[in-house]
C-alpha cells in the first residue's frame, strides 16, 4: 500500500520531535545524562556532581562553624563594652568582623538560610541580619521601652541582629531618627531620658541584638550539622533520599540560585539604588547606602564577591576543592568558567580602585567611581544569566526574573 507522500512526511516530522523530546528528557534528567560525569579535571580530580555537592556541603559546614565562634566573640566583645566604655571601639570591631564573615555567607542563602517559600528553608538569615529591612526608628522606640530586657522575643527583626547592632554601637547622635508624631517624640518618653539614660540603654540593647546574632548562628550551624537537623545530607544525598533533592540537578540549581543574591542585592539593592538607578529619584541616594552607620559598605561588596568566588572556584585558602568552575571545565567551558571568574575578580579591582574611605563619602565625591562598581558587576551577572545557567541547563531564580537593570 502506498502512503501519500504528505503523510509520511506528517510521520517523519513527528518521529524527529519524539526523537528531539526524548534528548532534552535525558538532558533534564541528571542522572541518566554525561553532564561531566567522569571528567578528570587539570589537577587530577574525577569531576563527579555528587563530588561537587560534597564540595558544597563542605565549603558551607565550614564557614557555619566559623561564623558561629566570631558570633560568640561578638557577645563577649559588647558585653564588655556595657560594662566598661574604654571597650566601645573593641565592640565595633567585633562587629566589624562578624558582618565581614556573615557577607560572605549572605551568597550561600540555600536551605535553613534561605526563605522558607524555598526547598528547606527557614528564614534563618533574616534573625541574622535582616537588612535592607532595618528600622532604626523601632530601635529607639525599644530604647524607651526596654523591649530588650524582659521581652526581647516581641522584638522583630527589623529591630534586631546585625542590623540594630549597628545602629546602637556606630551611632553616636542621641536624638531619635522617628517622625516628629511618633509617639516617644509626641509622648516626651524620649526627651524624658538623659543623655547617660540613653547611652546605658543602648549598650544594654546591643548586648541582646548581639545574644541574637549568636543564637542564630548557632540555629544555623545546628540545621546544617550532622549530629543536629543535618540539611547536609538532604544536599549530599540530592536524587537518592534527599526529602527536598529528588535529582541532582534539582540540588545543584539551589546551589545556583543563592549565587544570583550577587545580582538582586549585590548589583541591584546594593549599588544601583544608592546610585539612583532605581528606587532614587535623585542623582544618588545616600540614606540608601548598607551600613550607612559603620561606613562598611564597600567591604560588604568586596566579601560579598569573596563569598561568591568560594563556591564558584572553591571554598579553601588557595580556592581548591570543587566549584562550578570545575563543572564549567567538565562540560568543555573551560573559557566561560574564567571570563565569570575574571568577572568576580574585576569587582573587587574596581572596589579597590575607589580612593574614598566608604561609599557614602564616593557617592558624594566620585559617583563614576561607585558606578564603575556597578558596571563590573553588571559584567559579571550579564555572563550567569546568559551563558552559565544555558550551558549548566540551569534555571533562572524566580527572585531575578523581573529584572532589566
Given amino acids: 500500500m502506498n502512503i501519500p507522500w504528505r503523510k ?12 528531539v523530546y526524548a534528548c532534552n528528557e535525558a538532558s533534564n534528567e541528571p542522572e541518566e545524562s554525561a553532564n561531566g ?3 578528570t579535571l587539570p589537577d587530577g580530580t574525577v569531576f563527579t556532581r555528587s563530588a561537587l555537592l560534597e564540595s558544597f556541603g563542605t565549603c558551607i559546614m565550614s564557614e557555619l562553624e566559623a561564623f558561629d565562634v566570631q558570633a560568640r566573640a561578638f557577645v563577649e566583645a559588647v558585653n564588655a563594652a556595657a560594662e566598661d566604655s574604654s571597650q566601645d571601639s573593641a565592640a565595633r570591631e567585633a562587629w566589624n568582623a562578624t558582618i565581614d564573615r556573615w557577607q560572605e555567607l549572605e551568597v550561600l542563602q540555600f536551605g535553613p538560610a534561605g526563605r522558607s517559600t524555598i526547598p528547606g528553608g527557614q ?12 528600622n532604626s526608628c523601632a530601635v529607639d522606640g525599644h530604647v524607651v521601652a526596654q523591649t530588650y530586657v524582659d521581652n526581647a522575643a516581641e522584638i522583630q527583626n527589623n529591630a534586631n541582629g546585625l542590623g540594630a547592632s549597628e545602629y ?9 531618627t522617628c517622625a516628629g508624631d511618633d509617639d516617644i ?9 538623659s543623655d ?49 533533592y529528588g535529582k541532582k540537578r534539582v540540588a545543584i540549581n539551589a546551589v545556583s540560585d543563592a549565587l544570583f543574591y550577587i545580582e538582586w542585592a549585590t548589583k541591584d539593592n546594593k549599588l544601583a539604588r544608592p546610585l539612583g538607578l532605581i528606587g532614587c529619584e535623585d ?7 548598607e551600613s550607612v552607620y559603620g ?36 562540560v568543555g567551558q573551560e573559557d566561560l568558567a574564567a571570563d565569570i571568574d575574571q568577572a568576580a575578580l574585576g569587582i573587587i579591582d574596581a572596589i579597590d580602585a575607589i580612593d574614598e574611605e566608604d561609599m557614602v563619602t564616593a557617592l558624594v565625591d566620585d559617583l563614576q567611581s561607585v558606578s564603575d562598581v556597578h558596571g563590573a558587576a553588571t559584567q559579571l551577572t550579564d555572563l550567569l544569566r546568559n551563558q552559565f545557567l544555558a550551558v549548566l541547563n540551569l534555571e533562572l531564580p524566580q527572585l531575578v526574573q523581573s529584572d532589566n537593570d
Fill in 8 to 19: 509520511r512526511v506528517i510521520a517523519a516530522l513527528v518521529l524527529i520531535g519524539l526523537n
Fill in 37 to 39: 560525569e567522569g571528567v
Fill in 123 to 134: 528564614d534563618l538569615r533574616n534573625t541574622i541580619y535582616a537588612w535592607p529591612l532595618v
Fill in 168 to 176: 546602637l554601637l556606630f551611632n553616636s547622635d542621641l536624638s531619635n
Fill in 185 to 193: 517624640n509626641v509622648s516626651g518618653s524620649w526627651d524624658a531620658l
Fill in 196 to 244: 547617660d539614660d540613653i547611652t546605658t540603654r543602648r549598650a544594654a540593647y546591643a548586648v541582646a541584638a548581639a545574644q541574637t546574632v549568636s543564637d542564630g548562628a548557632a540555629a544555623l550551624f545546628n540545621a546544617w550539622s550532622p549530629t543536629g537537623e543535618n540539611f547536609l545530607a538532604e544536599l549530599t544525598e540530592a536524587g537518592s533520599g534527599s526529602r527536598y
Fill in 283 to 289: 542623582a544618588f541616594c545616600v540614606d540608601l547606602v
Fill in 295 to 330: 561606613r562598611r559598605s564597600l567591604e560588604h561588596l568586596k566579601n560579598n564577591v569573596i563569598g561568591f568566588r568560594k563556591i564558584f572556584t572553591g571554598c579553601g585558602a588557595n580556592n581548591e576543592g570543587l566549584g562550578f568552575d570545575d563543572y564549567l571545565y567538565a
